[in-house]
């Protein structure tokens, strides 16, 4: 797949998270100033999500590539980024990065995890990936079902923009 590289601004990392899950290269430090995040936009060729227009009509002026983060929720969010760069509203882990800190996550042995997971995790779930840099274990929990219902929930949003993209109701969409 097509790995975006981002840089979002401190009121995004929940949204981070997610485009991290997507397996997106997204670099989220929480506060920063507005000078810093353009410079790292444009030292680094990321792509700045920001919720702060201001800051938005600034990287464009200044010819950093930028966008204007719109949306009621998560979904919506990942329904506008999706329409406008094309990704897969999906989790492969294979490609997902940590939502912690962005560094690739890897498939661990079962036994590797036993001392690291509650026990009645281990006891049911037998796949489990772990985090490169910060050793964080993740594995596909009772968590999941949220995490797929909201990807169903983008996925919608976008088949319905996707048809008719002026239909002006679409902003009431929730
Ligand atoms: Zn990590």
Redesign the pocket.
């Given at each position: 797949m097509k790995v975006l590289k981002f840089v979002a601004d401190g009121m995004l990392g929940k949204l981070s998270r997610w485009l991290r899950m997507l397996g997106h290269n997204v670099k989220y430090v929480g506060a920063l100033s507005d000078d810093k995040l353009l410079k790292i936009a444009k030292n680094e060729h990321r792509i700045l999500l920001t919720r702060d227009l201001e800051l938005y009509q600034q990287a464009i002026a200044k010819g950093v590539k930028a966008v204007y983060v719109e949306g009621q929720d998560e979904a919506e969010k990942l329904a506008k980024l999706a329409e406008r760069f094309g990704f897969p509203l999906e989790i492969d882990l294979k490609n997902s990065r940590?939502?912690?800190?962005?560094?690739r996550?890897k498939p661990i042995e079962k036994e590797a995890v036993k001392d690291k997971v509650p026990e009645s995790t281990y006891k049911y779930y037998d796949e489990f990936w772990e985090?490169?840099?910060?050793?964080?274990i993740y594995w596909q929990g009772a968590h999941w079902k949220r995490i797929s219902a909201t990807l169903e929930k983008a996925k919608k949003i976008l088949e319905k923009s996707g048809y008719s993209t002026s239909n002006s109701h679409l902003s009431g969409i929730s």
């Open positions: 940590c939502p912690k800190c962005n560094a996550i985090c490169q840099k910060c050793g964080q």
